[in-house]
């Protein structure tokens, strides 16, 4: 028998995933919940789902193997913690939490258990933290000096719609929640490449100068996160002894499609550079960020940004996708594939499915599905999480505390089910 998943929250993030969780051919059976019942039965018809369930509680009482969480950010510990206890693997989207202590209950959770849990980090596969993680274990990199992280995400851009969308007319009270309690896509590009951990932090935050005409946040009465910094910066002391910066800016005059999750890293031996990149008129495409190697010497140069492009085929070209599924794998029969992401692994199942987030969601579900029948812990794991995580909580308790350097507490790796 396959496994059977219930997918939790059918919004439109979760939409990204239903079909790829459908399709996959480990599993043999989906049920959707939702608490808004014309949001369930829409979901349910338009992709063909007649199993559904109407709340959590109910959810991890049926025979379902594993749960998906796709619900509100502040919701994601104590749901995967219920999840967990009744015995169904858990994939959670970002974050995995937003206090310490919730971590630490979800960590010792799933230890106690011995489920399967899986942040649904996106920025592990991105192309860039592919490249870097294969040179790095290569030894090109040589040891790590400094890595950059950084996320960056303006509040106009979508942020205010989605906060109403979630929240009905309480919406404002939750949009001043600290970006660093949402820190793993910047973290992750430099921890989920060299596997060291934050060991100590230092956190600065920068305030929102309100502009007439504007909303003031800061004044919203009974606010749910009392946080006045809508851009943090955390400077790191990492577990290999090196360095990191990372940077979650939510007021920013920048792109965010493409470009706003990037990464630099540099090492003894050689150095991976990102910077945005315009968008290639003549043939209307975008290149998310130019990407640079760059060893001692000026001959060991190389643009790799093709290297790393993700760009969906023509759908003219439907029918040479479907000449590439039946006689070998490769990059052009995904959609948003990049030349180093390793698609040879992924179930032929996936092709022509929509994609996104750099070519990520494919390998999140896949990895995800393959962990649970396999029972090994996947790479993004939880511990995994926690070190992605823990970072941004502590360093937000610093920028409040006036920068003040602090421990970062480690949960450990983990070991195999």
């Given at each position: 028998?396959?496994?059977?998943?219930?997918?939790?929250?059918?919004?439109?993030?979760?939409?990204?995933?239903?079909?790829?969780?459908?399709?996959?051919?480990?599993?043999?059976?989906?049920?959707?919940?939702?608490?808004?019942?014309?949001?369930?039965?829409?979901?349910?018809?338009?992709?063909?789902?007649?199993?559904?369930?109407?709340?959590?509680?109910?959810?991890?009482?049926?025979?379902?193997?594993?749960?998906?969480?796709?619900?509100?950010?502040?919701?994601?510990?104590?749901?995967?913690?219920?999840?967990?206890?009744?015995?169904?693997?858990?994939?959670?989207?970002?974050?995995?939490?937003?206090?310490?202590?919730?971590?630490?209950?979800?960590?010792?959770?799933?230890?106690?258990?011995?489920?399967?849990?899986?942040?649904?980090?996106?920025?592990?596969?991105?192309?860039?933290?592919?490249?870097?993680?294969?040179?790095?274990?290569?030894?090109?990199?040589?040891?790590?000096?400094?890595?950059?992280?950084?996320?960056?995400?303006?509040?106009?851009?979508?942020?205010?719609?989605?906060?109403?969308?979630?929240?009905?007319?309480?919406?404002?009270?939750?949009?001043?929640?600290?970006?660093?309690?949402?820190?793993?896509?910047?973290?992750?590009?430099?921890?989920?490449?060299?596997?060291?951990?934050?060991?100590?932090?230092?956190?600065?935050?920068?305030?929102?100068?309100?502009?007439?005409?504007?909303?003031?946040?800061?004044?919203?009465?009974?606010?749910?996160?009392?946080?006045?910094?809508?851009?943090?910066?955390?400077?790191?002391?990492?577990?290999?002894?090196?360095?990191?910066?990372?940077?979650?800016?939510?007021?920013?005059?920048?792109?965010?499609?493409?470009?706003?999750?990037?990464?630099?890293?540099?090492?003894?031996?050689?150095?991976?550079?990102?910077?945005?990149?315009?968008?290639?008129?003549?043939?209307?495409?975008?290149?998310?960020?130019?990407?640079?190697?760059?060893?001692?010497?000026?001959?060991?140069?190389?643009?790799?940004?093709?290297?790393?492009?993700?760009?969906?085929?023509?759908p003219k070209e439907a029918q040479a996708i479907a000449v590439a599924a039946k006689t070998g794998l490769g990059p052009e029969a995904f959609t948003s594939m990049s030349k180093v992401h390793p698609v040879?692994?992924?179930?032929?199942?996936?092709?022509?499915?929509?994609?996104?987030?750099?070519?990520?969601?494919?390998?999140?579900?896949?990895?995800?599905?393959?962990?649970?029948?396999?029972?090994?812990?996947?790479?993004?794991?939880?511990?995994?999480?926690?070190?992605?995580?823990?970072?941004?909580?502590?360093?937000?308790?610093?920028?409040?505390?006036?920068?003040?350097?602090?421990?970062?507490?480690?949960?450990?790796?983990?070991?195999?089910?």
């Amino acid at each position: 028998m396959g496994l059977r998943v219930g997918i939790c929250g059918t919004g439109s993030f979760a939409q990204c995933f239903i079909p790829l969780i459908k399709a996959h051919p480990l599993v043999s059976k989906v049920v959707l919940c939702d608490l808004v019942p014309e949001k369930l039965q829409k979901a349910s018809e338009e992709y063909g789902i007649p199993h559904t369930c109407p709340s959590l509680d109910k959810l991890v009482q049926m025979d379902v193997d594993a749960v998906a969480l796709f619900t509100q950010n502040d919701r994601h510990a104590p749901q995967a913690v219920q999840a967990l206890k009744a015995g169904k693997h858990v994939y959670s989207a970002v974050p995995s939490a937003i206090t310490m202590a919730e971590l630490t209950d979800l960590v010792r959770t799933v230890e106690s258990t011995g489920m399967i849990y899986m942040i649904g980090e996106t920025s592990y596969y991105y192309p860039c933290a592919i490249y870097c993680r294969d040179r790095f274990r290569k030894g090109d990199f040589g040891y790590a000096i400094y890595g950059e992280g950084e996320y960056f995400h303006d509040y106009s851009h979508g942020m205010e719609q989605v906060a109403r969308s979630r929240f009905g007319d309480q919406w404002m009270r939750h949009v001043t929640m600290p970006p660093f309690f949402y820190p793993t896509h910047s973290v992750s590009m430099i921890t989920g490449v060299t596997g060291a951990y934050a060991v100590k932090v230092c956190g600065m935050g920068v305030k929102h100068q309100v502009q007439p005409g504007e909303i003031d946040f800061t004044k919203v009465p009974d606010r749910i996160y009392p946080n006045d910094f809508w851009n943090e910066i955390m400077l790191c002391q990492m577990s290999d002894g090196s360095t990191a910066r990372f940077i979650e800016a939510r007021r920013i005059g920048y792109c965010h499609r493409p470009g706003s999750v990037g990464m630099s890293l540099y090492g003894s031996e050689g150095s991976f550079e990102q910077q945005i990149a315009p968008p290639d008129q003549a043939k209307g495409q975008w290149t998310a960020h130019h990407c640079v190697w760059s060893g001692k010497s000026p001959g060991s140069i190389q643009d790799v940004t093709d290297l790393l492009d993700c760009r969906s085929p023509d759908p003219k070209e439907a029918q040479a996708i479907a000449v590439a599924a039946k006689t070998g794998l490769g990059p052009e029969a995904f959609t948003s594939m990049s030349k180093v992401h390793p698609v040879q692994r992924l179930p032929r199942e996936f092709v022509g499915l929509r994609n996104g987030h750099e070519g990520s969601h494919q390998f999140l579900v896949h990895d995800f599905i393959t962990a649970c029948v396999d029972r090994i812990h996947p790479p993004n794991n939880v511990w995994q999480a926690a070190r992605y995580l823990a970072p941004g909580l502590i360093a937000h308790e610093s920028a409040m505390r006036g920068g003040v350097l602090m421990d970062v507490p480690d949960f450990g790796a983990g070991s195999g089910v």
